[in-house]
């Protein structure tokens, strides 16, 4: 176990829709990323916050958002939802911006866009 | 041509057999480079990561990375049935702000 929580664990929803997925990082943990795993791209990183602000962007699509609050739980809002949005989504965490390279991950989120 | 490039197998082996897992990279600024295992349907775990160029050894796992060559290996030792996963490289720069650019992964199957 990581020390990384998210839920839920599994969304199914329509296209079209909206959802929101949630990240607690371990516990004294700053920064907070989000990824994307999907069978064709693999795992791509989206964004990431530090300390409640963005500090670096991937390739993240527009429809997509994400947030770090003053608990330092990270939430990641998707709309307009496609079927290619289907895929696993992780959220990471590390103790400090400098240590992107020591990053613990969550169990994921499954989301299934029918 | 992707920046990293990882074989995704799969990969069989015997229980108790070396195991070597590679990747190779494009990116010449690169300076950690990094392990994860992986389960099926599970988050990645990190293995073990290494700084710039050298030798890891963590148990029965050794990193390597050759930065000349830009190439990055992991060695399992006496690989054992509980190794069966999917091993991601990941690399990153250095100060902070960085994204992990991931391989795509190699499956492994140690069988008994």
């Known amino acids: 176990d990581s020390g990384v929580t998210q839920t839920p664990k599994h969304l199914i929803t329509a296209t079209g829709q909206r959802v929101t997925l949630r990240c607690s990082p371990r516990s004294g943990d700053l920064s907070v990323y989000w990824y994307q795993q999907s069978l064709d791209q693999g795992l791509q990183f989206l964004i990431q916050?530090?300390?409640?602000?963005?500090?670096a962007k991937g390739n993240i699509l527009e429809r997509f958002s994400a947030q770090q609050f003053p608990d330092l739980h990270s939430e990641l809002n998707l709309s307009s939802l496609e079927l290619g949005d289907s895929a696993l989504y992780f959220c990471a965490s590390s103790a400090t911006s400098g240590r992107d390279h020591e990053q613990y991950f969550g169990p994921g989120t499954r989301l299934t866009v029918t | 041509q992707k920046e990293v490039e990882q074989d995704p197998g799969p990969l069989s082996v015997p229980e108790g057999a070396i195991v070597s897992l590679n990747c190779t990279y494009s990116n010449s600024a690169f300076q950690y480079f990094m392990w994860y295992r992986q389960y099926s349907r599970k988050g990645p775990e990190l293995l073990m990561y290494?700084?710039?160029?050298g030798n890891k050894e963590d148990g029965r796992f050794t990193a390597q990375v050759d930065k000349s060559s830009k190439y990055i290996s992991l060695f399992i030792r006496d690989s054992q049935p509980s190794d069966s996963a999917t091993y991601l490289c990941a690399m990153t720069l250095t100060g902070g702000g960085n994204k992990l650019t991931f391989g795509t992964g190699t499956q492994l199957k140690v069988e008994l």
């Open positions: 290494t700084y710039s160029s």
């Open positions: 916050y530090y300390n409640g602000e963005e500090r």
